[in-house]
């Protein structure tokens, strides 16, 4: 019982939601920034014998094998906006931007009824993606999912529905002192990607969060240098090609051609 065979690890997918949470001047909590996590998970008949654990032809939960577009699609609609809306601060404009993946399986839809569900209520929910290979850009890695690993590991877990619950509850006992942190972190990569040009060959430098908020300095929002963005600025003129200049040479190519 104390290690658990990976050959029958019980094993789920989820999809979590979180934003910056909001402190008021006096320190106080006005927002968590957390807006659930779902597991991927659909519901099937039994049709073999019954057993100790349930009954022929009882519902059982099961996990989701495939995270494919159409899986994405329902969890966005039907979960991930809903949470959203339901939660976000009423004082706060309702432009929002998501962050999503390149992934294939992840493709946004653009039918009608996920469009409406993006901007009905008053809100203009919009999806923006992730830069390809920059695990660094995703605020869910620099703490969420390693808090959730820590405290769920803790459990020798049976069945899906224990996984389910433990996840929920590692999700909620996520700080939100400890998120606050991890979105300083993201933009700590954000300047050092600009240093280094798109690369991710740096070493984070250590900008001791704790003691800074111990002592109530911990800032909400960096401040880059000028010359980094405009160094950043003028190495990307010097690799892309102007779309006027693009056009030109590409009515030249063909006059060639032809």
Not at 9 to 14: A, L
Not at 47 to 57: D, H, Q, T
Not at 151 to 168: D, H, P, R
Request: aromatic share 10%.
């Amino acid at each position: 019982m104390c290690q658990q065979s990976k050959r029958f690890k019980v094993k789920g997918m989820f999809m979590a939601a979180i934003w910056k949470p909001i402190f008021a001047p006096n320190g106080a909590l006005v927002h968590d920034g957390k807006y659930g996590i779902f597991p991927f998970v659909y519901e099937s008949i039994a049709k073999k014998k019954k057993s100790k654990n349930r009954e022929v032809g009882a519902v059982e939960i099961k996990a989701t094998q495939n995270g494919n577009k159409e899986a994405i699609r329902a969890m966005l609609i039907n979960n991930v906006i809903p949470a959203i809306k339901a939660k976000w601060p009423a004082h706060l404009p309702k432009d929002i931007w998501i962050q999503w993946d390149n992934a294939r399986p992840h493709q946004i839809p653009r039918d009608e009824e996920f469009e409406s569900a993006c901007h009905s209520d008053g809100f203009n929910i919009q999806f923006i993606y992730q830069p390809a290979q920059s695990p660094d850009l995703n605020v869910l890695d620099l703490g969420l999912f390693n808090v959730i690993q820590s405290i769920q590991y803790q459990s020798f877990l049976k069945n899906l529905m224990e996984l389910i619950e433990k996840v929920k509850e590692a999700y909620e006992l996520f700080n939100p002192v400890l998120n606050k942190h991890c979105w300083i972190s993201l933009q700590c990569f954000m300047e050092e990607i600009l240093k280094h040009q798109g690369g991710n060959n740096f070493i984070l430098p250590h900008k001791g969060k704790k003691r800074l908020e111990r002592i109530g300095m911990l800032p909400e929002q960096l401040e880059v240098e000028k010359n980094v963005v405009q160094q950043a600025v003028d190495y990307l003129n010097t690799i892309f090609i102007s779309t006027d200049q693009g056009i030109e040479e590409d009515e030249g190519m063909q006059v060639d051609a032809d």
